[in-house]
Nanobody, 120 residues
Framework: QVQLVESGGGLVQPGGSLRLSCAAS????????MGWYRQAPGKQRELVAVITKGDSTNYADSVKGRFTISRDSAKNTVYLQMNRLKPEDTAVYYC??????????????WGQGTQVTVSS
């Protein structure tokens, strides 16, 4: 079993910054991609950013140039630095991790979600 613990959400004014963290723990043999998704009220969950094992990154067009994803592979932790936040960034942000467990089975787990609210 793999557990994901997210932190860093909160309330911020437009133009402000937040940094999300997600630490994975448990029976991890190898971690592949780690990423962030978000879901706003009444909308489907969407990809925000993903980072591969080789540190390649991919971003949603709506956050390019404002958000930066990074990872600390030694700690199985992924970060999302969010700058110049806009009200439309308001959503619950979910961490996702794909990898292989100690039993050599592929896994795909989600964090519990952390609320990000951008409002004046």
């Amino acid at each position: 079993q793999v557990q994901l613990v997210e932190s860093g959400g909160g309330l911020v004014q437009p133009g402000g910054s937040l940094r999300l963290s997600c630490a994975a723990s448990g029976s991890i043999f190898n971690m592949y991609d780690m990423g962030w998704y978000r879901q706003a009220p009444g909308k489907q969950r969407e990809l925000v950013a993903v980072i591969t094992k080789g540190d390649s990154t991919n971003y949603a067009d709506s956050v390019k140039g404002r958000f930066t994803i990074s990872r600390d592979s030694a700690k199985n932790t992924v970060y999302l630095q969010m700058n110049r936040l806009k009200p439309e960034d308001t959503a619950v942000y979910y961490c996702n991790a794909r990898g292989m467990s100690s039993s050599f089975l592929d896994f795909n787990f989600w964090g519990q979600g952390t609320q990000v609210t951008v409002s004046s």
